[in-house]
C-alpha cells in the first residue's frame, strides 16, 4: 500500500488517498479544536494518544461484531481506514447529564439518565452543528429511515461496549460522538473514538479525563488522554 496525495484535511485530521480506490490513510495531528474551531491549539502527541486510543477501540468493537472503517494502524499517527461515503449526522450517546445537553435542558452535569439518550446533529461548522430530529434527516436526504435506524442500533450497541469497556478501566462512559459511512452498500462506523470524541470521568474521583480540559481550560489535557491510554493498555494489552 502506497500513500498518495491529500484527499481532505480536517480540524484533527488529514486524510490522504492510497494507491487503493477502497482505503485511505488517515493522519492524526496534534491540533486540538473547541466552540466549532474558534478555539484552537497545538497539544504535543496528542495525535499519537489518540490513533492508539481509536486502535483499541475499533478492534475491541470489531471483534464485539461492530463494523467499523478501521484496518489497520500503519504507523504512531496513521491508520489505514476503508473509503465511505460520511454521513453529515453526528450521533451522540449520552448516559449521564453534560455539555450541551446540560446547558440546553437545565439538567445538572453529573445527573444519570434513566435510559441512553440518543441525539442527532447536523455535521455543519457554520451552522455549528445544530442539533436536529430523524425528521430534518430524512427531510434533508442525508440518510434513509432504514439508514439512521442502523446507525441508531449500532450506536447503542457500541455504548453498551463501551460502558463495558471503560468501567473495567475505572472510567464512566458519560457521553460519545459517532460519525457513520457508507460502505459498499453498508453503514460502517467511522471517523474516531477517542477523548476528543467522549467524556470520560474517572469513576472514583470524578477527575475529566477528554477534552473538556481543553474546552474550560482545565489543563494537563495530553496527561489525562495518556492516563487512558495507560489504564487501557494496563487491561487490555493482552486480550
Ligand atoms: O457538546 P455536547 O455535550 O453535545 O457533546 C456530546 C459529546 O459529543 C461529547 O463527548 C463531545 O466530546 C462529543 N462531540 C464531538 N464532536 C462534536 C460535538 C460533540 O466529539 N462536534
Not at 499517527?77 to 450541551?100: D, F, Q, T
Not at 439518550?117 to 430534518?136: A, I, R, S, T
Request: glycine share 6%; with cysteine; charged share 35%.
Amino acid at each position: 500500500m502506497e500513500k498518495r496525495e491529500k484527499l481532505y484535511e480536517g480540524k484533527a485530521k488529514v486524510l490522504y488517498k492510497t494507491d487503493s480506490d477502497n482505503l485511505l490513510v488517515a493522519y492524526f495531528k496534534d491540533d486540538t479544536t473547541a466552540f466549532d474551531g474558534a478555539k484552537k491549539e497545538v497539544l504535543e502527541d496528542k495525535g499519537v494518544i489518540n490513533c492508539a486510543i481509536s486502535t483499541v477501540i475499533f478492534e475491541y468493537l470489531e471483534k464485539h461484531g461492530i463494523k467499523t472503517h478501521f484496518v489497520e494502524r500503519l504507523s504512531p499517527r496513521e491508520m489505514l481506514v476503508k473509503k465511505c461515503e460520511i454521513i453529515p449526522v453526528e450521533v451522540v450517546v449520552r448516559n449521564v447529564a453534560a455539555g450541551s445537553f446540560s446547558r440546553r435542558y437545565g439538567v445538572p452535569e453529573g445527573t444519570p439518565l434513566k435510559e441512553p439518550l440518543v441525539e442527532y446533529f447536523y455535521k455543519n461548522d457554520e451552522l455549528h452543528d445544530p442539533m436536529v430530529c430523524p425528521n430534518h434527516v430524512y427531510l434533508f436526504g442525508w440518510a434513509t429511515r432504514e439508514e439512521l435506524g442502523q446507525m441508531t442500533k449500532i450506536a447503542l450497541e457500541v455504548n453498551e461496549l463501551l460502558k463495558k469497556f471503560f468501567d473495567e478501566i475505572d472510567i464512566q462512559l458519560v457521553d460519545f460522538k459517532l460519525e457513520f459511512g457508507r460502505c459498499n452498500g453498508e453503514i460502517i462506523l467511522a471517523d474516531e473514538i477517542t477523548p476528543d470524541s467522549c467524556r470520560l470521568w474517572d469513576k472514583s474521583s470524578g477527575e475529566v479525563l477528554d477534552k473538556d480540559r481543553f474546552r474550560k481550560d482545565m489543563g494537563k489535557v495530553v496527561e489525562s488522554y495518556k492516563e487512558v491510554y495507560r489504564r487501557i493498555m494496563d487491561r487490555y494489552e493482552k486480550v
